[in-house]
């Protein structure tokens, strides 16, 4: 990797108070109650972020599993700002080798006939799409979906997402929500053929027979890193080809090669799905979504007229080429499942330490950590999550929260992590959990 300088950078801008009235003003107020005195975050470098006084930070959630390559790199920056002077819109009415470049590129990183690119501006839009395309591929309505699972925050995602805390009640679904495969939580432990059979029975009990599609993570990120239990994704897979519906891979958190062990989430299951769908990571922060499925599906999308204005923005599209590179040159998969691997095996240490810590799971740089007041009920210990995390902010490690409870830690850094990171994020909540 190359090196680079770790001072913080200089800033004169408004302090974080000046910042916080206008927010209040100004701002909608959705999810304000995260923090009751945000970060004033100035910069980032990599895997370290900036508050104004120039102290430095591990960014242990890398955004919300969104900065893959890490914070502003420079090849990433470079695209951006080469594309900016060039062309900085464009839309699919005319060419232009940026969005053509990518497309490629991306179809080229999935199996099967998964060639055909339509970018969205978002990971919700892109699910929206892909549910549509199945509803629409099909001719069937009815979608089966994850209890536990998180899709987005438009009718159709929000309907599929299996929590209500992202619910609003004014949102009618049409969705059948299934039995969770938690290894940790599900009454069948990591037995993946037995829950499918759930979904065998929504299909029985709860369709006519058929179905327009089936959307679900392999290791699910704002549900608290559930990775499903094994065997769950082929048996599903194959009850909802016989039922005639789409199996859609919703890859926004767990592609483009956090894992570590593959590419995409889906891989790890070793299916192969009929539509992928992506964020976050995909333009490391760029506004940019996409759903890839085949030439026989996108067909569909020639019945009407559909386009987005911004999708494929070529800046955007600039970046997610750049992005596809840095990770090819900076081996960041192989590191993301050496690194993974080692954090996760000091986290399982801390496990045998502390009895407050429940589970630790996931893969590569996709690590959850889940804290209960009782191991036998498993009774989730709420306030004490929240301590640790104030005290991590406190001592420089910034770490998502997560699970249907909020008492999951999301471990989802940008992939250039580094084994001090690991350590330094180990060590600090050892720290604090000694003093509890
Ligand atoms: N799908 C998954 C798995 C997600 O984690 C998210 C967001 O967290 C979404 C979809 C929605 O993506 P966006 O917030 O970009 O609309």
Same mark, same amino acid.
């Given at each position: 990797m190359p090196p680079f300088d770790y001072s913080p950078p200089p800033y004169d801008g408004p302090s974080a108070d000046e910042i916080m009235a206008k927010r209040k003003e100004f %701002?909608?107020?959705?999810?304000?109650?995260?923090?009751?005195k945000p970060l004033h975050v100035v910069a980032g470098k990599r895997q370290y972020l900036f508050d104004e006084e120039g102290r430095r930070y591990v960014d242990a959630f890398g955004g919300i599993a969104t900065v893959c390559c890490g914070h502003c790199h420079p090849d990433v920056v470079d695209a951006i700002v080469n594309q900016t002077k060039r062309l900085q819109h464009s839309t699919v009415l005319y060419l232009n080798s940026a969005i053509a470049d990518f497309a490629e590129a991306l179809a080229s990183k999935?199996?099967?006939?998964?060639k055909v690119v339509f970018f969205t501006n978002s990971g919700t839009e892109a699910n929206e799409l892909a549910i549509m395309m199945a509803k629409l591929y099909t001719g069937c309505h009815d979608i089966i979906s994850l209890r536990n699972g998180y899709h987005g925050n438009a009718a159709g995602t929000m309907g599929a997402t299996g929590q209500s805390i992202w619910k609003f009640n004014v949102v009618q679904s049409g969705v059948h929500h299934a039995m969770?495969?938690?290894?940790?939580?599900?009454?069948?432990?990591?037995?993946?053929e037995m829950y499918a059979k759930d979904v065998q029975d929504l299909i029985d009990f709860g369709t006519s027979g058929n179905v327009a599609a089936f959307i679900s993570e392999a290791i699910q990120g704002v549900g608290g890193i559930v990775e499903l239990a094994p065997g769950y994704l082929p048996a599903v897979y194959g009850s909802i080809k016989k039922a005639g519906g789409l199996c859609i891979a919703d890859e926004v958190q767990s592609g483009f090669a956090r894992t570590g062990s593959h590419f995409w989430g889906f891989e790890t299951q070793g299916v192969v799905p009929d539509i992928v769908t992506m964020a976050k990571s995909i333009g490391n922060g760029i506004p940019l979504g996409a759903v890839v499925t085949t030439p026989q599906i996108a067909?569909? %999308?020639?019945?009407r007229n559909y386009f987005n204005?911004?999708?494929?923005?070529p800046v955007c599209t600039a970046a997610g080429l750049a992005v596809l590179k840095v990770i090819e040159k900076e081996n960041l998969q192989e590191n993301a499942l050496a690194v993974g691997s080692y954090l996760k095996d000091r986290l399982l240490v801390l496990k045998d330490k502390y009895e407050i810590i429940g589970d630790v799971r996931g893969r590569g740089l996709m690590l959850g950590v889940e804290l209960v007041t009782d191991r036998q009920l498993k009774t989730p210990a709420k306030a004490e999550i929240l301590h640790v995390l104030g005290q991590m902010k406190e001592l420089g490690v910034l770490i998502g929260k997560g699970g249907f409870y909020g008492n999951v830690f999301r471990i989802t850094p940008? %992939?250039?992590?580094t084994k001090e990171d690991a350590d330094f994020l180990v060590d600090s909540m050892d720290y604090i959990m000694s003093k509890m």
């Open positions: %701002l909608s107020p959705s999810l304000f109650h995260f923090y009751k999935l199996p099967g006939d998964l969770n495969p938690d290894p940790y939580r599900g009454v069948f432990g990591s037995q993946g067909e569909v %999308l020639t019945r204005t911004f999708g494929g923005n940008p %992939l250039c992590f």
